[in-house]
């Protein structure tokens, strides 16, 4: 990553723009990576890179294929975009939840991770807006008032299909596009077509124009004290976060997944301030602090914790009435993994049957696969031991409470499992090596590079754990060291 970092830094990437458009910031990620998809290939030749950009409704983490759509989500989305659009909402209120529209079935009422327990907290001052899960969203919502973001996602999308750039914007995208292309080639050696980043920076550039008319409109509105949010480097936050800026409201960042060295969007080289970027980053403990260089000063980036983590916690408490003759495992999928994990779980089962250990599987989907058919996995299901989890009906905090083991990549949930003290393999599978390098070498986890080391790691396990450090991947009284945060704003 540091070449990358260093690259656009030297070729001033991250302070250009387009008619005060930083382009840049809007695809830096997906170049990088797609560069680092082919950085293990490299041989030191020149490297060709290309990719289809995503065209799915907006910005969001889902892709069409993921999930059917049905005609009622047609229906709601057409209904939402002429009867609910956001710029039409005049009602102040003191905060403003931009939330994820991954949600979680509890108790008849899908639940969001982050914010929605702080909505109950602040029903009475806040507002929570919720941006597409595709084209519908998880309803019933656990909290009563949810703003939904269908007219901001949806179209811009649709009019930059049928109108697009005029041609003196085109010329300006072509421009940059070449100058990203070139900065690529002269400082890391890798050729990137052209077309692909020039249509990336066309797409961003329309979106950019026209989602900020409406959160512009949305803003002036409601006239929150403080904006909460979610995946501060998605398309529409950093949108946010510019607009939030000119208006001077203070924007709050809640951590929401693995944030390392890695990830390109939480490094960069040089501690500057950016408009693109929210005022504050709540961590979830001081752990998080270390893992990156996001350039928001030190004191903006503050250990708070994870009170989804603490409830369930509290919720489902170890199972100490498990079968201790029997080694329970589980495992994490990641979707974008998937073509390697399987293959890599099948061996390790193949060689788990000619052994007489006595072991008991749980395949956790990931949500984004649960609309997929089962047949995805049936090289598993064949073993008797295995058992696919495919929906919401099962926390995955109660997986953990009945583990001994948790094998992954490079999910969050990984963390969330070492709060059980479950032993933790991670799998020689994507850039995991990269990501979870500092969980390993602090001794939390184990790296497995092949399904015959993970067989005989599963052989030799022992329950009478070995001494490792006491985790401190999760600061306690994590609510209460948010509210008193977003409490800073509301006097």
């Known amino acids: 990553m540091i070449d990358f970092l260093r690259m656009e830094e030297m070729s001033e990437l991250l302070n250009d723009d387009i008619d005060g458009f930083g382009y840049w ?5 997906k170049v990088y990576s797609k560069i680092s998809e082919l950085e293990p290939k490299n041989s030191g030749n020149h490297q060709s890179v290309t990719s289809k950009i995503d065209q ?13 759509i049905v005609a009622s989500d047609i229906f709601y989305l057409i209904k939402n975009i002429i009867w609910s659009n956001p710029i039409f909402y005049k009602k102040h209120h003191d905060i403003l939840f931009f939330t994820s529209p ?8 899908y639940f969001e991770y982050w914010t929605d327990e702080l909505a109950e907290i602040y029903k009475e001052r806040g507002i929570t807006a919720e941006f597409l899960n595709i084209t ?9 008032k949810v703003l939904e973001l269908d007219a901001v996602d949806v179209l811009p999308v649709l009019t930059y299909k049928v109108f697009g750039l005029n041609s003196r914007e085109k010329d300006k995208c072509k421009i940059k596009a070449k100058r990203v292309v070139r900065a690529i080639h002269d400082y890391l050696d890798f050729d990137i077509q052209i077309s692909w980043v020039y249509s990336l920076i066309c797409s961003r550039y329309y979106w950019y124009k026209k989602k900020a008319k409406y959160f512009t409109k949305m803003l002036e509105n ?3 004290k403080v904006i909460v949010e979610i995946c501060g480097y998605s398309t529409n936050s950093m949108i946010i976060n510019e607009i939030a800026k000119k208006h001077c409201i203070p924007t709050i960042e ?3 997944g693995i944030i390392g060295r890695e990830h390109i969007s939480y490094n960069f080289l040089v501690n500057r301030k950016y408009n693109y970027l929210p005022d504050k980053l709540l961590v979830f403990s001081d752990y998080w602090k270390n893992t990156c260089n996001f350039p928001i000063g030190d004191e903006n ?18 199972d100490k009435s498990k079968d201790k003759k029997v080694i329970s495992i589980l495992i994490l ?12 779980i099948e061996k390790t089962l193949h060689l788990l049957k000619e052994t007489d250990l006595l072991f008991s599987v749980i395949y956790k989907l990931h949500p984004t696969e649960y609309s997929k058919s089962l047949d995805e996995w049936s090289v598993l299901t064949r073993y008797q031991e295995v058992s696919i989890c495919g929906n919401s009906d099962i926390q995955l905090y109660e997986l953990f409470a009945t583990s001994d083991i948790q094998i992954g990549m490079t999910s969050t949930s990984i963390f969330e499992g070492l709060l059980y003290d479950l032993d933790t393999c991670i799998l020689d599978i994507g850039n995991s090596k990269e990501r979870m390098k500092d969980l390993c070498d602090e001794g939390y986890a184990k790296f497995i590079y092949s399904a015959k080391e993970l067989s005989d790691y599963l052989l030799e396990y022992k329950r009478s754990k070995n001494t490792r450090n006491k985790t401190n991947f999760f600061k306690p009284n994590a609510t209460k060291n948010i509210t008193n945060e977003i409490n800073r704003y509301l006097i």
């Not at 910031?25 to 990620?29: A, E, N, S, V, Y």
């Not at 799915?56 to 059917?68: A, C, E, I, S």
């Not at 980036?301 to 170890?318: D, L, N, T, W």
């Open 222 to 224: 409601i006239r929150p």
């Open 301 to 318: 980036i503050i250990s708070c914790g994870y009170p989804f983590a603490e409830m369930q916690k509290k919720r489902y408490p170890v």
């Open 136 to 144: 519908s969203h998880m309803r019933p919502y656990w909290t009563e």
């Open 25 to 29: 910031f809007f695809i830096r990620d």
């Open 333 to 344: 999928s990641q979707p974008i993994f998937h073509d390697k994990l399987v293959p890599f």
């Open 102 to 109: 991954r949600r979680t079935f509890i108790d008849g009422k």
């Open 254 to 256: 809640l951590q929401h």
């Open 56 to 68: 799915t409704f907006g910005t969001n983490v889902m892709g069409l294929t993921n999930r059917k």
